[in-house]
């Protein structure tokens, strides 16, 4: 059995498949970690700082099983994979997943796939080593953006905490603050892949979308509004949005760059500040929880 993560990997996404792999083999079962894409600045510097091998990289099913972590999506995970191969979903996502017989699966409305995990270690009695305990901090701390993205619940706080202990990290917030400087630096990333950056499909019915997100200290991305909005332009398609979300972690404010139906987002951001191809939204930093939910419910009316 491989462990896969979606597709354009975050932090979470590898590491939930590097420690479900392990507590796999731990159970009995034969597993592997294995990854949808290439790893990020922030991901590699987590797997440097704590000793840890990347994923293989998974271009086909090669007669394998897989056991899905972070998503549960068809359009996020393997192309072509079939269904009868999916085994296992480990997961803090809603369910979209189905499948024509029963399998395991565990999803938890937490901020981390890895503190869902790291649920499960405990049951089973899994020691975790102090490497694997500083990993899987790194993924908590990314994802709930250092515990500011209201997905974030107290748990992940009480998680991160133990995880910590394990780590020997004595400052969580200062921590986190170092893993998130490492993806935040875009001065010499070329536009195509900021905005190709955690790029998710969305299938809302009756309109398409691709919602992208980088995360940054401060607010010199939108200097380059222009060519950012043409590689969305480009990589568009037949989509009927393209949003780029850029997140200030400092202002707790979301930047929504978009190519596409103006009207969906004003209609599903009332109280945005728009301009033209673009809007701020206050008190914004969760995709999952206040952009695709917005978007949905506004796109299946």
């Given at each position: 059995?491989?462990v896969i993560?979606?597709k354009?990997?975050?932090?979470d996404?590898?590491i939930?498949?590097?420690?479900y792999?392990?507590?796999?083999n731990?159970?009995?079962?034969?597993?592997?970690?294995?990854?949808?894409?290439?790893?990020?600045?922030?991901t590699?510097?987590?797997?440097d700082?704590?000793?840890?091998?990347?994923?293989?990289v998974?271009n086909g099913?090669?007669?394998?099983?897989?056991?899905?972590?972070?998503?549960?999506?068809?359009e996020?995970?393997?192309?072509?994979i079939?269904e009868?191969k999916?085994v296992?979903?480990?997961?803090h996502?809603k369910?979209?997943l189905k499948?024509?017989?029963p399998?395991?699966i565990?999803i938890?409305?937490?901020?981390?796939t890895c503190s869902?995990i790291?649920k499960?270690?405990k049951?089973?009695?899994?020691?975790i080593?102090s490497n694997l305990?500083?990993?899987?901090?790194?993924?908590?701390?990314?994802?709930?953006v250092?515990?500011?993205s209201?997905?974030?619940?107290q748990?992940?706080?009480?998680?991160a905490?133990e995880?910590a202990?394990?780590?020997?990290i004595?400052?969580i917030?200062?921590f986190?603050v170092?893993?998130k400087?490492?993806?935040a630096?875009?001065s010499?990333?070329?536009a195509?892949?900021?905005?190709a950056?955690d790029a998710?499909?969305f299938?809302?019915?009756?309109?398409?979308?691709?919602?992208a997100?980088?995360?940054?200290f401060?607010?010199a991305?939108k200097?380059?509004?222009?060519?950012?909005?043409e590689?969305?332009?480009e990589?568009k398609?037949?989509?009927?949005?393209?949003?780029?979300m850029?997140?200030?972690i400092?202002?707790?404010e979301t930047?929504?760059l978009?190519?596409g139906?103006?009207?969906?987002?004003k209609n599903?951001?009332?109280n945005?500040k728009?301009?033209?191809?673009?809007?701020?939204?206050?008190?914004?930093?969760?995709?999952k929880k206040q952009i695709?939910?917005?978007?949905?419910?506004?796109?299946?009316?």
């Amino acid at each position: 059995m491989i462990v896969i993560g979606h597709k354009n990997p975050d932090t979470d996404s590898i590491i939930s498949s590097i420690a479900y792999a392990k507590l796999c083999n731990f159970l009995g079962k034969t597993a592997e970690a294995g990854r949808l894409g290439e790893i990020n600045p922030e991901t590699q510097f987590v797997l440097d700082k704590f000793g840890l091998a990347a994923p293989i990289v998974v271009n086909g099913m090669n007669g394998n099983t897989f056991a899905l972590v972070d998503h549960n999506s068809f359009e996020e995970t393997l192309p072509g994979i079939d269904e009868t191969k999916i085994v296992e979903v480990v997961d803090h996502h809603k369910i979209t997943l189905k499948t024509s017989n029963p399998i395991f699966i565990h999803i938890e409305p937490l901020g981390s796939t890895c503190s869902v995990i790291y649920k499960i270690m405990k049951q089973n009695n899994f020691s975790i080593d102090s490497n694997l305990a500083g990993a899987m901090l790194s993924a908590i701390l990314s994802d709930t953006v250092i515990f500011k993205s209201p997905t974030s619940t107290q748990e992940d706080k009480s998680i991160a905490e133990e995880l910590a202990k394990i780590a020997n990290i004595e400052n969580i917030v200062s921590f986190g603050v170092e893993i998130k400087k490492k993806k935040a630096d875009f001065s010499k990333t070329p536009a195509s892949e900021i905005v190709a950056t955690d790029a998710k499909d969305f299938d809302f019915c009756k309109k398409k979308a691709i919602v992208a997100q980088v995360e940054v200290f401060d607010w010199a991305l939108k200097e380059r509004k222009k060519e950012l909005l043409e590689a969305m332009k480009e990589k568009k398609g037949n989509m009927d949005i393209y949003a780029l979300m850029i997140t200030n972690i400092m202002t707790e404010e979301t930047y929504l760059l978009f190519e596409g139906d103006e009207q969906i987002l004003k209609n599903a951001f009332p109280n945005g500040k728009f301009e033209e191809n673009a809007a701020l939204l206050e008190k914004t930093m969760s995709r999952k929880k206040q952009i695709i939910p917005s978007l949905q419910k506004v796109c299946e009316i």
